[in-house]
């Protein structure tokens, strides 16, 4: 569905990303996962043409990116870490911003706006607040709400829960987890968590200095991967898993 | 209620509705400028830069050099367009005002515009970005409406820093609230200068609240404090404005410098003119080379000037071939020049005549302009602001080799008061001055005749020149005020007591 050919970013001389090739299947959930720096977030923003790519081309259904790219970010849904709301427009109409944009009518906006409330878990009281009035974690289901708002097919997410305590961070993903498969989504997540990439991704892209090193299922990445990178990133989680599984174990024997 | 404060309270509809559609307008345009500019700049550092440089120098302009400044300019294009198109523009009033109050109304405007486009949070932008919006989209869902509040602080600067410098638009030929402050400075009529500055204060402090409470409610989002500070500002703009739309244009213009002799004379006019039923509006406080060169352009119709000043200054002899000649001269050199038509003397002279206090002349030893160049070097000599650049000046210090140890310059009023504190030791009085007599002042004889004779003579623009109603109401004033009655009448005005009107004192000296 989405298909990166010999895509390539530089800046002030300097190769960031590429070039590289990538496809992302329809209805995958794809992480992208690297350390800071890598080129992720790069790679991200030129799926949907906020960075254009140096060489090489993006389509997206054999479309690629044309002269006026915020016609086809209308049908992509964007979330990132600083969220961005509006904070000048209360939860409601940052909800509607995209339904506006698509010349949806009042009432279908209404409905949506309390919809999409219901399905990222907020009350139906936060409609009318401000964004400076919420929580992190209320900000962040908001955000998501208004990049779900007009129906989008894609949703592209860079570092969406990195700004939140690890319990809602969790909570979030798997919620978010949820509506990936219950609204058929095709989602593209940046991450550098990589616990948080081998949960929630059904492949995950590893990506160092610019270039992809790998693209598997976790399970093929926690497996002794013959990538070095891979092997360096994948130490933490196993250690942490051998550790958590000892704990439950000498737990389970003690009892 | 006291004279004075009623006149004053006569001529504020007038006055004021002058002074809002002025700031109003100035404001406006200043806006539909500005924003755009602000917008531009915001998106391009190469514009930012200059665009804030230049704003900022403007600034640095004295509001009233730019007002004068705008005078020459205009007055050049309008004779360019007379001479392509046909026909001019008025170069004096409110056009120069509103071009010079505009370009002063735009650095607070741009300021605040650049800085709260450019403040706007980088993630909200690239969520903007990111969800579809187009550059217009962008600029007017989020980028205006989270930069309103600071440019609306910025429009408050701006609309109490217009409405401040309006008032020396009357400088320029325009009528604003800064005519109470001109005239009443110059007439010493502190009632007229302190009425001016309260009118205008509070008319810059109630807009300001007015436009605070838009920015309030731009801030907070409350749309009522936006609708209640808009309705409120449209409102005073239509009401202040309307007795300018009821009343309709004046029939006749009649100009006048600024001093009180000037504002009498200007009055007499008027009400020749009303008594016989035609309107007249005074455009006052206008500089000597300027309200000439008005009148020629035909934007006022007539004023009375002086021939010795007309004779240096606008034909630029240095002669003096005696009163009469100079008068025939003038009548011959004017309409040939410039079409104006000299209708004739009104029976007096007002000459520039160096003075000094009686007893000190005679204590030094002075009489005339030959015993003054001997003492002149140990002397302070005061003189009004245009004196010492006038071809006058030149001729009488090059005539009796005049070498003061000083030189400085003062509104009128003030170079009296300079004299009387010692300030100052000779000032260049005026013949027609009643304050010659009430202080005591000698006028120094000009054995040399290095000064030219200065009666006063009524003119007329070339439009003008065979309008019968204009005509017949001057007409009685040739010949009608002997230089007695004038001086009276000035120092009526002048005088620290007991003060007459422009108005009042007109009457006195209107033929029977």
Redesign the interface.
């Known amino acids: 569905m989405i298909s990166l050919r010999g895509v390539a970013k530089s800046y002030g001389g300097r190769q960031v990303v590429g070039p590289l090739d990538l496809d992302i299947a329809r209805g995958a959930f794809v992480a992208i996962l690297g350390g800071s720096g890598c080129g992720k977030t790069t790679t991200l923003k030129m799926i ?1 043409g ?1 960075i254009r790519p140096d060489a090489g081309e993006v389509s997206i259904e054999g479309w690629p990116l044309g002269e ?1 790219p ?7 849904g ?1 979330v ?1 870490q ?7 427009l209360s939860v409601a109409e940052n909800i509607a ?2 339904p506006r ?1 698509a010349g949806w009518d009042r009432e279908r906006i209404l409905a949506r706006s309390a919809e999409l409330l219901e399905l990222v878990a907020l009350s139906p009281d936060v409609a009318e607040r401000m964004p400076a009035a919420l929580s992190g974690g209320q900000r962040q289901r908001v955000g998501l709400a ?2 779900l708002a007009s129906g989008p097919e894609i949703m ?1 997410m860079d570092e969406p829960f990195g700004a939140l305590d690890p319990i809602v961070r969790e909570a979030l993903g798997q919620d978010y987890r949820t509506l990936h498969e219950r609204l058929g989504l095709t989602t593209v997540m940046v991450t550098h968590d990589v616990t948080e990439a081998l949960l929630l991704a059904d492949q995950v892209v590893v990506m160092d200095a610019g270039r992809i090193v790998a693209v598997d299922d976790p399970g093929v990445l926690l497996a002794d991967h013959p990538e070095p990178a891979v092997r360096a990133l994948m130490e933490t989680p196993r250690r942490q898993a051998r550790r958590l599984e000892a704990l439950i174990t000498g737990r389970a024997a003690r009892g | 209620m006291d004279d004075r404060l009623a006149a004053a309270w006569r001529v504020l509809p007038d006055y004021l509705g002058q002074h809002v559609l002025l700031s109003a307008c100035a404001l406006g345009l200043g806006l539909l400028i500005s924003l755009p500019l602000a917008i531009a700049a915001s998106r391009n550092p190469a514009i930012r830069w200059p665009a804030l440089f230049v704003a900022g120098l403007i600034q640095t302009i004295p509001s009233l050099a730019l007002l004068a400044l705008f005078y020459p300019v205009l007055l050049a294009l309008s004779t360019l367009a007379k001479a392509t198109f046909g026909h001019g523009f008025p170069a004096l009033g409110f056009a120069p005002s509103l071009m010079a109050l505009t370009l002063y109304s735009m650095l607070p405007i741009l300021r605040n515009g650049v800085a709260g486009i450019i403040s706007v949070d980088p993630a909200v932008l690239e969520a903007a970005d990111g969800m579809g919006m187009t550059p217009g989209q962008r600029l007017w869902r989020v980028e205006l409406p989270l930069a309103a509040p600071v440019i609306m602080a910025g429009v408050r600067t701006s609309a109490v820093w217009t409405i401040g410098a309006a008032t020396l638009a009357t400088s320029v030929g325009q009528t604003s609230l800064g005519n109470y402050i001109f005239a009443g400075l110059q007439t010493e009529n502190w009632v007229g200068v302190l009425f001016g500055c309260a009118a205008a204060a509070i008319l810059a402090l109630s807009v300001d609240q007015l436009l605070g409470l838009i920015e309030s409610g731009l801030a907070r989002r409350r749309p009522w404090r936006i609708w209640t500070g808009a309705t409120a500002v449209a409102a005073g703009v239509l009401l202040a404005t309307a007795p300018l739309w009821a009343a309709g244009a004046p029939a006749y213009r009649i100009g006048a410098k600024n001093f009180s002799e000037q504002y009498i004379l200007s009055e007499l006019m008027a009400q020749r003119l009303g008594a016989v039923g035609a309107r007249a509006a005074i455009r006052d406080d206008l500089g000597s080379a300027t309200i000439y060169r008005a009148l020629a352009a035909g934007e006022i119709d007539a004023y009375v000037d002086y021939s010795g000043t007309l004779w240096a200054n606008v034909l630029g002899r240095r002669d003096n071939p005696g009163r009469a000649a100079v008068l025939t001269g003038l009548a011959s050199g004017l309409a040939q020049r410039d079409g104006v038509k000299l209708l004739g003397p009104l029976g007096f002279e007002n000459a520039y005549a160096l003075a000094m206090k009686a007893d000190r002349a005679r204590a030094l030893g002075v009489a005339s302009l030959d015993d003054l160049a001997r003492r002149a070097p140990d002397l302070t000599l005061g003189t009004d602001i245009e004196f010492p650049a006038r071809p006058e000046w030149k001729s009488v210090q090059s005539a009796y080799g005049l070498r003061f140890r000083r030189l400085t310059t003062y509104q009128p009023t003030f170079m009296y008061h300079a004299l009387e504190d010692g300030q100052a030791d000779v000032i260049s009085a005026f013949s027609s001055d009643g304050r010659i007599e009430a202080d005591h002042l000698m006028i120094l004889a000009d054995p040399r005749r290095a000064l030219p004779p200065y009666d006063a003579v009524i003119l007329i623009s070339p439009q003008r020149s065979h309008d019968p109603t204009l005509l017949a109401a001057l007409q009685p004033l040739v010949g009608a005020i002997d230089a007695a009655a004038m001086r009276r009448a000035n120092y009526a005005v002048d005088r620290p007591e007991n003060k007459l009107t422009p108005a009042q004192a007109a009457e006195t000296l209107a033929p029977r």
């Open positions: 949907n906020l006026a915020w016609r086809r970010r209308r049908r992509i964007y990132f600083e969220i961005g709301l509006f904070p000048h911003v995209g944009l208004r990049a592209l």
